[in-house]
């Protein structure tokens, strides 16, 4: 079960242009029969501010004020739960969507129930509490012996990169948004207006609000 989750977030990774855990992959690719070599340009070298500069944002000036730009002519529409962008009008007219990977909703679905049906295994979860209790001790042992040091590389770093970067936090609770009052009244709108409107399927029977 456990291999079988790890190739379902292999195949979305690579849809969405991520790259997989190198170990991982070679770990699946033994598994398989098809082991993975590593070419001589696929190690990663330290690289200079020379050949990948850095390009801090702008600290003159108005920050909100951007230059907006122009409308590209592209349009978006909802085809079975899944947006397709098309160049123009001609393109959505004749049907035809800028060609790129993903999978339809009814695989996404399927992905998901396996998911949760795994989330669900008694011993599973406890292989992967161990593992995770594994790798949380190996953490805390790192934190102390190298905080220290990987404090003063970060304040070193002449840029703002992603462990620097003056963050916004705009985490909103769900909780703070309605309180029982108004969660009620939208559930009945909801009902009233949009009650069969389908909102899930189950095989060939699609399922209502209502």
């Not at 993903?102 to 593992?131: H, N």
Request: proline share 6%.
């Amino acid at each position: 079960m456990l291999i079988n989750a790890m190739k379902i977030r292999q195949k979305y990774m690579k849809m969405s242009k991520q790259d997989f855990p190198s170990f991982v992959k070679r770990f699946m690719g033994a598994l398989d029969g098809n082991p993975v070599i590593k070419a001589p340009g696929d190690v990663y070298k330290k690289v200079d501010l020379k050949t990948h500069p850095i390009h801090p944002p702008k600290t003159e000036g108005d920050p909100w004020e951007n230059e907006v730009l122009p409308d590209c002519g592209y349009k978006v529409k909802l085809e079975k739960g899944v947006y397709s962008v098309y160049k123009n009008e001609d393109d959505l007219a004749a049907k035809k969507p800028i060609k790129y990977d993903f999978v339809d909703l009814e695989t996404f679905v399927t992905d998901m129930q396996t998911i949760c049906g795994y989330v669900c295994d008694g011993p599973l979860k406890s292989f992967c509490f161990q593992r995770l209790s594994f790798l949380q001790s190996k953490f805390k042992l790192h934190s102390p012996l190298n905080e220290v040091r990987e404090l003063a590389e970060q304040k070193a770093v002449s840029h703002r990169d992603f462990y620097n970067v003056r963050k916004v936090d705009t985490h909103i609770h769900a909780a703070a948004c309605m309180n029982q009052k108004h969660l009620l009244r939208f559930i009945k709108r909801s009902l009233k207006q949009d009650g069969d409107l389908p909102v899930s399927k189950i095989g060939t029977k699609a399922l209502t609000l209502q």
